[in-house]
């Protein structure tokens, strides 16, 4: 059985979840990146979050590095912007998997208003392998455990 941390795991997946993998942690961060949010008061009224677990939430993303406090607002970093690709990749699940109705958002590229997707590619070849194609090998950190 996983305890409270993945210690145990040399994994970047595993190391992902110990910043990212709390419940509203995901929501939190789709708020800062797409929707600007960047006030304590503004997540709590938004999500409806209990003051305790926000804190503890934007404390945990100070700390990782994800964000950073200034003048009583959280911002972003470039490491907290990167999750975007994630979070839209998550999405395109969820309106696949869990929405009935059809996707309850959809996010627009800023320059253009045409919908951003997530498209995966080959870095050899550029072609967008099938998932059952992919394979997980060992990399360069599998030998340094933490």
């Not at 929707?35 to 804190?55: E, H, K, M, W, Y």
């Not at 100070?62 to 950073?68: E, H, K, N, P, W």
């Not at 959280?74 to 907290?80: P, V």
Request: proline fraction near 5%; glycine fraction near 14%; aromatic fraction near 8%.
């Amino acid at each position: 059985m996983l305890g409270r941390t993945y210690d145990s795991q040399n994994c970047s997946i595993a190391r992902a979840l110990e910043v990212v993998g709390e419940r509203w942690s995901l929501l939190i961060l789709r708020d800062a990146i797409f929707r600007g949010t960047t006030r304590f008061s503004d997540f709590q009224r938004v999500l409806g979050l209990a003051p305790n677990i926000l804190t503890n939430r934007l404390d945990t993303f100070v700390t990782a590095g994800l964000m950073r406090v200034g003048n009583r607002e959280y911002f972003l970093t470039a490491k907290g912007l990167d999750l975007g690709p994630t979070l839209i990749a998550l999405t395109e699940w969820g309106d696949r998997w869990a929405a009935p109705n059809g996707p309850p958002i959809i996010y627009r590229h800023g320059g253009c208003g045409g919908e951003v997707r997530l498209d995966v590619r080959c870095a050899r070849c550029g072609t967008a392998p099938a998932t059952a194609d992919v394979l997980a090998e060992p990399g360069p950190g599998i030998g340094n455990a933490g």
